[in-house]
């Protein structure tokens, strides 16, 4: 990357996919976020990656994706003061978002609030009864710069899967999300602090279950709203 004037390495991620039914021939998708992603779902119409930073990223083809929480800036609107971005698929009106990147009247690090215009357009407000609409200046939008929603207790999500109508992720210190349409994703309580690696579901049992860091073991029978550890394993000194 040379855009600052200096020549530096940047993180990019780069989603592979196949379309052979074998696997056996596989191309280099779309360069999406400098988020790391760890984690790849299908119910055979979607697919959902997770990674880090809480990030989550859908496709139906596997070479388009669409940031649910996080997308790309594209422009400014100077008249409207709306600012263009990708879509606006995973955002609802009065939602807390950040930019990765200070440009035309926002400023990294900041949290300000969206009312949802149309699939690619918002308007920034400072409040959360959008009522103090941020003017916006044209500005060269700084390369990879990103709107995302704002949550105070993101983490890294480790693994996501869907089953009996649920779409499921889980990650670093014990944070669990739902969802029913990829889209929407509801904050549960594991209670636990442990990093969950990864999560699965009993059909026969009508049980999810995840496991992770420190012999962590939970399991929820009511779709992933309770959890409660589970002795499922024994560990003995050798």
């Known amino acids: 990357d040379y855009s600052t004037g200096l020549t530096e390495l940047i993180d990019t991620n780069v989603i592979t996919y ?4 074998t696997g056996e021939f596989w191309q280099d998708g ?18 959902i990656a997770v990674g880090e930073n809480n990030v989550i990223y859908q496709t139906s083809n596997g070479a388009n994706w669409t940031g649910i929480n996080e997308v790309s800036v594209v ?7 709306q600012l263009n971005i990708t879509n ?17 009247g926002l400023t990294a690090g900041v949290t300000y609030y969206v009312d949802v215009i149309t699939s690619t357009q918002v308007e920034i407000f400072t409040d959360s009864a959008l ?20 949550d ?28 029913t349409d990829g ?24 049980i999810w279950i995840t496991v992770g860091d420190d012999n962590i073991i939970l ?6 709203v309770t959890w409660a550890t589970t002795n499922a394993f024994t560990t003995a000194e050798p």
């Not at 606006?88 to 035309?104: E, K, L, Q």
């Not at 009522?131 to 704002?150: A, E, G, K, N």
């Open 18 to 21: 196949s379309s052979e039914s």
């Open 30 to 47: 779309p360069s999406l976020t400098p988020n790391g992603l760890n984690a790849v779902a299908s119910n055979g119409s979607i697919a």
């Open 75 to 81: 422009s400014i609107n100077g008249f409207t003061d």
């Open 88 to 104: 606006t698929a995973g955002f609802a009106d009065a939602d807390p978002i950040r930019v990765s990147n200070s440009f035309g």
């Open 131 to 150: 009522t103090t609409q941020v003017v916006l200046t044209d500005s060269v939008i700084p390369l990879q710069c990103r709107m995302y929603l704002y």
């Open 152 to 179: 105070v207790n993101s983490k890294t999500l480790n693994d996501v899967t869907y089953a009996n109508s649920i779409w499921m992720t889980v990650g670093d210190e014990g944070r669990i999300q739902t969802s």
């Open 183 to 206: 889209l929407s994703w509801i904050t549960q309580t594991s209670g636990t602090t442990s990093n969950l690696n990864s999560v699965n579901y009993n059909s026969d049992d009508d």
């Open 219 to 224: 399991q929820s029978t009511d779709s992933g």
